[in-house]
């Protein structure tokens, strides 16, 4: 009978699951927003690439990335890329 009782978890055990939960999830949203901008910085080069437009050897920053992302829906992939 006493293997259909519920087992008990101490409250530690809950809070330092519940903390840990929360840990990995907000790595994996930080880790999925990574992955987007390297999917989206592997697109534009392709596409710069494509138009015979020379592709920079420069990082893209943060405010460069952000600009493409915004623009690309309204110009076109090739036309934000020329930044």
Do not use: Y
């Not at 530690?12 to 989206?40: G, I, M």
């Not at 534009?44 to 138009?51: A, E, N, Q, V, Y």
């Amino acid at each position: 009978m006493a293997a259909l009782t519920p087992r008990t978890w101490p409250q530690d055990d809950r809070e330092s699951a519940a903390r840990e939960n929360r840990k990995l999830v907000a790595a994996n949203a930080r880790l999925q927003r990574r992955l987007e901008d390297a999917e989206f910085i592997i697109e534009s080069k392709k596409t710069c690439g494509g138009t015979g437009q020379a592709i920079p050897d420069r990082k893209i920053d943060e405010g460069t990335n952000s600009a493409v992302k915004e623009l690309a829906p309204h110009v076109g992939q090739s036309a934000a890329c020329a930044l």
